[in-house]
């Protein structure tokens, strides 16, 4: 059985950074990604790292954020800088293997 757990979550001022945790059990993933959802909008897809390490970043985090995972250890981060208002939003691990699992999510609040 698949687990997701994602920390480290929380408030930060503008400009401020977060680092983002997932840690994996059950499976050997092709894809693990962080996908965030404001209030009143979609889920959209922030980064995903395949598992050779290539990396795919939303054009609104693009310089800002960085994924990053550790095979070893199934797990996979998000390095947050530079946050804006508009970063807000409950942040979701997702990685595939056969099927594609999620993460309970945690809340980041970015105040102005």
């Known amino acids: 059985q698949v687990h997701l757990v994602e920390s480290g979550g929380g408030l930060v001022q503008a400009g401020g950074s977060l680092r983002l945790s997932c840690a994996a059990s059950?499976?050997?993933?092709?894809?693990m990604s962080w996908y965030r959802q404001a209030p009143g909008k979609q889920r959209e897809r922030v980064a995903y790292?395949?598992?050779?390490?290539?990396?795919n970043y939303a054009d609104s985090v693009k310089g800002r954020f960085t994924i990053s995972r550790d095979n070893s250890k199934n797990t996979v981060s998000l390095q947050m800088n530079s946050l804006k208002p508009e970063d807000t939003g409950v942040y979701f691990c997702?990685?595939?293997?056969?099927?594609?699992?999620w993460g309970q999510g945690t809340q980041v609040t970015v105040s102005s």
């Open positions: 059950g499976g050997i993933f092709v894809t």
């Open positions: 997702n990685a595939i293997d056969t099927q594609s699992h």
């Open positions: 790292v395949s598992r050779g390490g290539l990396t």
